[in-house]
């Protein structure tokens, strides 16, 4: 595709359920970051991929996130016994290039009842 | 600790009247300073890269500029389509962290 691509646009759960939220890059890009935006706040650092290997996952909240990558493409970021204070839009970016440039998708809104 | 802080966090600023945004680090081995433009509902949208102090990018009524410990993002006569939240974000390694905003509203 053109640009990154996030799925589901939006997605309602109850406390204490899994979810996962699905990240499909730009064609070619090696670098894949997920960040957290909670209301009035910036982004928060999650996980950072290159290729399908996470040399930086400390930004993970808790033991409940997790993130794979497969192929070189397609990311998954599940969270496990989902919490209240989940509630967040969750973006994925990726980068084709070493300069940094991200280009974001539109984000996952999840909303933990 | 690596910080990024931004001022003001909010700006209201009549059509064509010109203000500066500033972004403030803390980042030992800095990699790059970035400016990212967020509408509502939306992802970041990248606007520059900057790398070294007294190093200067500009994009319509926008110019970016850095020191050695802080970034100006340079609004000149701004019209409503330029209200959205800016970002900045610094990158320390693989890692790129990320200020919390100024949003900006262009009153027509």
């Known amino acids: 595709g053109a640009g990154v691509s996030q799925s589901p646009s939006n997605k309602v759960t109850e406390k204490g359920k899994d979810v996962e939220l699905r990240c499909d890059p730009i064609s070619g890009h090696t670098a894949l970051y997920w960040y957290r935006q909670s209301l009035g706040q910036g982004l928060e650092f999650l996980i950072y991929?290159?290729?399908?290997?996470?040399?930086?996952k400390s930004g993970l909240p808790s033991d409940r996130f997790s993130a794979e990558r497969t192929g070189g493409s397609v990311s998954t970021l599940t969270i496990q016994r989902t919490q209240q204070e989940d509630s967040a839009v969750y973006l994925c970016a990726s980068s084709g290039s070493n300069t940094g440039e991200l280009f974001f998708g539109e984000g996952s809104r999840l909303t933990v009842l | 600790e690596d910080q990024v802080t931004q001022s003001p966090e909010a700006l209201r600023l009549q059509e064509g009247e010109s203000s500066s945004l500033n972004c403030s680090y803390t980042?030992?081995?800095?990699?790059?300073l970035f400016w990212y433009r967020q509408d509502p509902g939306k992802g970041p949208e990248f606007l520059f890269t900057l790398y070294s102090a007294g190093e200067e990018k500009e994009k319509e009524r926008l110019k970016a500029t850095l020191t050695k410990k802080e970034s100006f993002l340079h609004i000149t006569a701004p019209k409503p389509e330029d209200s959205a939240t800016y970002l900045c974000?610094?990158?320390?390694?693989?890692?790129?962290?990320f200020g919390k905003g100024t949003r900006l509203h262009i009153l027509p």
């Open positions: 974000a610094v990158r320390k390694g693989d890692k790129i962290i």
């Open positions: 980042v030992s081995g800095l990699r790059g």
């Open positions: 991929f290159q290729g399908n290997s996470a040399p930086d």
